[in-house]
């Protein structure tokens, strides 16, 4: 069973960074696909950013391209989020979650596609 941390979150102006993190234990993680989810008030949980554990390979939702930066150091079994130029409306909060280790992940950017699931950290931007 993987178990999945997530640190970093808190409250930024409007232009801010923020670097999330995501500490894995529990299986091996280094081997499997990780992303980040957010999830805004009265709003669903929406994919944000995954990355790849073979190549590195990484995909973003449109509306974070070229501000955010999914990360990963498999040394440590962590993956991060670099969030820079922050908006109100990235206000959510997001979780950290990974794909079952052996299991095939087709790009698929959906909440069901991710087997594990961290408990999340708020990020609130100001205006």
């Known amino acids: 069973q993987v178990q999945l941390v997530e640190s970093g979150g808190g409250l930024v102006q409007a232009g801010g960074s923020l670097r999330l993190s995501c500490a894995a234990s529990?299986?091996?993680?280094?081997?499997?696909?990780m992303g980040w989810f957010r999830q805004a008030p009265e709003k669903d949980r929406e994919f944000v950013a995954a990355?790849?554990?073979?190549?590195?390979?990484?995909y973003y939702t449109d509306s974070v391209k070229g501000r955010f930066t999914i990360g990963r150091d498999n040394t440590k079994n962590t993956v991060y989020l670099q969030m820079n130029s922050l908006k109100p409306e990235d206000t959510a909060v997001y979780s950290c979650?990974?794909?079952?280790?052996?299991?095939?992940?087709?790009?698929?950017?959906?909440?069901?596609?991710?087997?594990?699931w961290g408990q999340g950290t708020l990020v609130t931007v100001s205006s």
């Open positions: 979650a990974a794909v079952k280790p052996g299991k095939a992940w087709a790009q698929d950017r959906s909440v069901a596609s991710f087997d594990y």
């Open positions: 529990g299986g091996t993680v280094s081997t499997t696909v």
């Open positions: 990355i790849s554990w073979s190549r590195g390979l990484t």
